[in-house]
T-cell receptor, first 116, second 109 residues
Framework: DTGVSQNPRHKITKRGQNVTFRCDPI?????LYWYRQTLGQGPEFLTY????????KSRLLSDRFSAERPKGSFSTLEIQRTEQGDSAMYLC??????????????FGQGTRLTVV | SQQGEEDPQALSIQEGENATMNCSYK?????LQWYRQNSGRGLVHLIL?????REKHSGRLRVTLDTSKKSSSLLITASRAADTASYFC?????????FGSGTRLLVRP
């Protein structure tokens, strides 16, 4: 297993277009997270899944954002009608459920989105 | 804001010196984690300290946690140029990590 994989690594899109990112977590990790990071800031939580169930969505996630994890394996994050403010690095992470104490997250390299 | 505060925002030291970064968080936690990020890359987990622990060591890293003050510190001893990166604390609470704003560390050779 090579870790968490995100595709594409870079995406440039015109304002108003839709974009979709993919995340392949570490196999057998049942938790999957999406974060957004802008320059000079820490990652901001967007949403997370336990298996295929989306258990929490941040208020940062507007109606233009949707995430899925259809079979509890890979996940997609779609942004509709992109705006320049959506330009950021989108990070995916996965972890195993553990006992709630020692839950280390493994991050992918991220997808850098630029909206022009 | 989701994020806690980290102090300092930027730190420049000479190779061989120690680097100390501080973090404050807002919620009750299960554990507190520290991550490292090289420019434009993903985050790498460094160390985790549970809410019932006060201090933990891993190699050149030492982490302390004060839950009464909702604060943590990361000490990197005998720093190396390769330690140059951004360092983030992350509070684990309600099944998710809430990150601080980060400290940018520059270690000069």
């Amino acid at each position: 297993d090579t870790g968490v994989s995100q595709n594409p690594r870079h995406k440039i899109t015109k304002r108003g277009q839709n974009v979709t990112f993919r995340c392949d977590p570490i196999s057998e990790h049942n938790r999957l997270y999406w974060y957004r990071q802008t320059l000079g800031q820490g990652p901001e939580f967007l949403t997370y899944f336990q298996n295929e169930a989306q258990l929490e969505k941040s208020r940062l996630l507007s109606d233009r954002f949707s995430a899925e994890r259809p079979k509890g394996s890979f996940s997609t994050l779609e942004i509709q009608r992109t705006e320049q403010g959506d330009s950021a690095m989108y990070l995916c992470a996965s972890s195993s459920e553990g006992q709630g104490w020692d839950t280390e997250a493994f991050f992918g390299q991220g997808t850098r989105l630029t909206v022009v | 804001s989701q994020q806690g505060e980290e102090d300092p925002q930027a730190l420049s030291i000479q190779e061989g010196e120690n680097a100390t970064m501080n973090c404050s968080y807002k919620t009750s936690i299960n554990n507190l984690q520290w991550y490292r990020q090289n420019s434009g890359r993903g985050l790498v987990h460094l160390i985790l300290i549970r809410s019932n622990e006060r201090e933990k060591h891993s190699g050149r890293l030492r982490v302390t946690l004060d839950t009464s003050k909702k604060s943590s510190s990361l000490l990197i001893t005998a720093s190396r140029a390769a330690d140059t990166a951004s360092y983030f604390c992350a509070a684990y609470s309600s099944y998710k990590l809430i990150f601080g704003s980060g400290t940018r560390l520059l270690v000069r050779p």
